[in-house]
């Protein structure tokens, strides 16, 4: 088969794996051919792509970034875009498409397969907001990018007796937050699946402070102040109309020190956390959903996506996947909370 690939949305730790695993088992296994389009759906509009192959997917498997590049470009916001696609797979001879993306790019393949279009999804996200699997690839990397850093926060937060106010990546869900809040002792971790009541996170500082000079508090870059209490920051748009967030930490920071006295700080860690090698649980996650793409593909499973469960790959639909977003584990969550304050 001649099997079209990219990669949409931000990019991850792992997806040069993904499409070296895709190639490699297409290639030797079902004697396969690939064109890697370029900046996701972008390259198949416009129909800039490259062969891919063995011999130029090799060495790419703890490389950062995507070889192909990416955009949030989807034929959903191009007049035609959809039969613009359909040309594009038509001349270049293309049996069926692996879409390596989120949630955008996951839905926009949803919605292009129920339209006849051939294609299975690969889901990608350091946020690890996709349901149906129970981890994306990308996202353990992320959270040891996080954790190191609130490790090292710690002992400058120690010796400056100050409270240290981490921002960390997390659109729709705090799970960055919660994890690396987890791993890294926070005292208190806002996700945007709990608006915060900034006179309930001063308190907890203050029980804190009986006791300690210092604090960490982790929040998700979604975050929002429960409705009411104070001013959420204006977000400017980016270029596919979403809010660029960046700055909560900033509103929690000055209003921290405000209220309670303790000098405090902010970092926000913004696409530090995306960039670099995949870690090792990141690489075969990737591995493993890469080989299951294109076996899904053999296999005539056209609308489906690879998916972790429990120890297991196996196939969801991509409506499954892309019903609703996975938010954190309430459960997790009050764990967490124990050790706040
Ligand atoms: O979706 C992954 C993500 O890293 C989000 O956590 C973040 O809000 C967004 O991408 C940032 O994307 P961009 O690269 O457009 O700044």
């Not at 294609?119 to 990018?145: H, L, R, S």
């Not at 945007?192 to 009541?197: G, H, I, V």
């Not at 303790?262 to 090698?277: A, P």
């Not at 639909?317 to 309430?330: F, G, N, W, Y």
Request: hydrophobic fraction near 40%; include cysteine; charge should be negative.
């Amino acid at each position: 088969m001649r099997v079209g690939v990219l990669t949409g949305g931000g990019d991850c730790p792992g997806l040069n794996a993904v499409i070296r695993a895709v190639v490699r088992q297409g290639e030797r296994v079902h004697g396969d051919t690939f064109v890697g389009f370029r900046n996701g759906w972008r390259g198949a509009l416009d129909d800039v792509a490259i062969e891919l192959s063995i011999a130029n997917t090799r060495g790419m498997l703890h490389r950062g970034g995507t070889m192909l590049g990416t955009s949030r470009d989807t034929p959903l916001r191009t007049p035609d875009g959809v039969e613009i696609l359909r040309a594009t797979l038509g001349r270049r001879g293309i049996d069926a498409l692996i879409a390596i993306g989120g949630e955008g790019t996951l839905s926009v393949a949803r919605i292009l397969s129920d339209q006849g279009v051939p294609i299975v999804g690969v889901p990608k996200t350091i946020d690890n907001d996709i349901d149906a699997t129970d981890v994306t690839f990308g996202f353990q990397t992320a959270v040891q990018i996080a954790t190191d850093a609130i490790d090292r926060l710690h002992t400058t937060a120690e010796s400056h007796d100050r409270v240290m106010v981490v921002e960390v990546m997390g659109r729709h869900t705090g799970w960055i937050a919660l994890y690396a809040g987890m791993a890294g002792g926070a005292d208190v971790i806002l996700v945007p699946e709990r608006p915060f009541d900034i006179d309930e996170v001063c308190e907890r500082l203050r029980q804190r402070h009986a006791r300690a000079s210092f604090s960490i508090v982790v929040v998700a870059e979604g975050s929002f102040p429960r409705p009411g209490t104070i001013d959420a920051p204006e977000y400017d748009l980016d270029e596919s109309g979403r809010p660029r967030l960046g700055g909560i930490s900033n509103v929690v920071r000055r209003e921290v020190e405000r209220r309670t006295g303790f000098e405090s700080r902010v970092t926000i860690l913004g696409h530090v956390q995306r960039g670099g090698t995949p870690n090792a649980h990141d690489r075969v996650l990737a591995t493993r959903l890469g080989v299951a793409a294109i076996d899904a593909v053999h296999a005539g499973r056209l609308g489906t996506m690879p998916a972790l469960r429990g120890t297991k790959i196996e196939l969801v639909t991509l409506h499954e996947a892309t019903d609703r977003l996975k938010t954190i584990d309430p459960d997790l969550y009050e764990t967490a909370e124990i050790f706040f304050g």
